[in-house]
């Protein structure tokens, strides 16, 4: 399946990042040639054009190396990732406690938004800078660079909402529980995979409380579930497969005091609408 295509900003970061290393070999590289006899070494220009060659035939791509920039780290200086660092407001204890806070939250079902991310943020630093952190908090992008940061633990997406009572009712034990009930009836009354059907369900809150909004969560999870606080009376849709790949008409339900004919007419899947 095609994935999503990266944004202009993630392209600019994998760049960087195959700089950053390949730029790391060469300092490792140059260092090895200090150790030649003087008159056998290879120079800063001459060992960022052998790098150069040596990323076409790796992987094809062309990247430009600067001999003054391999001076500078082969001196000792530092990269422009390790100088952003020692800039950082956080320390790297402290984003590792938000990162997994922020994956822990939308795992029970209550992901953090931008907004609420960067108050979080702002009261850690407030109370451990004190006066010297600015009153207006980390700047507006902040999060946003904070996920691209830690993009391979986190992620942005939008959330799905989920009625909070039907959160709280998915719960280990509760799951093991429901499987295990499962599989007695399977092997007590021998069910074949032509008899066994499963089912999934959306539902649309109707009254306001069916908004989504972009809330981190773990890398390589699926769409958020965000717990909300409303009535049941939900426009469902079901959907039905059968264990041996069939499937049965989706089918809709909502709430209404009368069935409305119009209802059935761009109805492409063939889907029931039930009314009672």
């Known amino acids: 399946m095609v994935g999503k295509p990266k944004s202009l900003l993630d392209k600019h970061i994998i760049r960087r990042n ?14 090895a040639e200090l150790k030649k006899p003087k008159k056998e070494r290879d120079g800063y ?26 001076k500078r780290l082969a001196e000792g200086g530092k990269t422009r990732q390790e100088a952003n660092e020692e800039r950082s407001w956080l320390s790297p204890g402290e984003e590792e406690l ?29 109370e451990r800078l004190g006066d010297e952190f600015p009153t207006e908090g980390v700047g507006v992008n902040w999060t946003y660079r904070f996920q691209k940061k830690h993009q391979d633990c986190l992620k942005i997406a939008r959330s799905r909402p989920l ?68 009535t049941r009376e939900n426009i469902t849709v079901i959907v039905t497969i059968c264990a041996d790949g ?19 007419e761009n109805n492409p899947l063939g889907a029931s609408y039930v009314h009672f």
């Not at 009712?169 to 092997?187: G, K, S, T």
Request: glycine share 8%; net charge positive; with cysteine.
């Open 45 to 70: 220009r001459k060992v960022c054009l052998k790098f150069e060659a040596l990323s076409i035939r790796e992987t094809g791509e062309p990247i430009k190396l600067c001999h003054m920039t391999l």
């Open 163 to 230: 009625e909070e009572k039907r959160g709280r009712a998915v719960n280990p034990a509760n799951d093991a529980l429901w499987w295990a009930i499962v599989e007695d009836a399977i092997m007590k009354y021998k069910i074949k995979h032509e008899n066994m059907y499963g089912s999934d369900e959306i539902g649309v809150q109707p009254c306001g409380q069916g908004e989504r909004e972009h809330v981190f969560a773990a890398q390589g999870t699926g769409v958020p579930y965000q717990q909300r606080a409303g």
């Open 246 to 264: 069939t499937s049965i008409r989706p089918s809709v339900i909502f709430k209404g005091k009368a069935f409305n004919v119009k209802w059935g």
């Open 18 to 31: 195959k700089h950053a290393a390949l730029m790391s070999r060469a300092v490792e590289a140059y260092h």
């Open 98 to 126: 938000i990162v997994n806070f922020l994956c822990e939250t939308a795992a029970r079902g209550f992901p953090f938004s931008h907004k609420r991310t960067k108050e979080a943020v702002d009261k850690i630093l407030a």
